[in-house]
Every structure is written in structure tokens, then in C-alpha cells.
């Protein structure tokens, strides 16, 4: 039961909350990723007009994703809807 239980029986928790993948948005630290255009180098943000899609330049402008995960899957829906290939980047 290593891993489990300290040397007084007392149950251990691997749980911390800035990587809790349940709450990412009340982490301490969260993870930011953003959408990097292959053919360009340019980033995706979201219009506030009307929620399309458009390019910028900084990553700081663009519409950031609080997992890999939900980034992945953002990327994989827009190239099969024909708006290219994507990058996942991380933002620090």
C-alpha cells in the first residue's frame, strides 16, 4: 500500500489544487493554450461582434483554451471544417 498510506496509516492525497482537471479555472496556476495557424503563424481570437474567428499576430490576443485537451479538440473540429492546420501552443 506505498503511495497509499503514510508510515502512520494516515491516507495520502495526490490531488493539488492548480491541477485539478475538474475545476481549471479555479486553479492558482492554469495552464493556457492557444491556436497557431501552420501556414501563417498566426494565432486565433474570437471577434466579440459576432464569436468568428479571426487572426492575430500576439498571443496575448488570442482566445486561450484552459486544457490541452479542449485545444486538441478545437483544433481537430476546425481543420475538418476547412479552416486549416493548427498548432496547440502553450502559453506561459
Known sequence: MDGVFG???VSLHFWAPE???AHPLECTHPERYALRRLDS???IALKKEDQSLRD???VQE???FHTHEAALRAA???HRLGSGSFDVVKVD
Open 7 to 9: 508510515s502512520d496509516g
Open 19 to 21: 491541477i485539478d482537471p
Open 76 to 78: 481537430i473540429e476546425l
Open 62 to 64: 488570442a482566445h486561450f
Open 56 to 58: 492575430v499576430s500576439d
Open 41 to 43: 503563424g498566426s494565432y
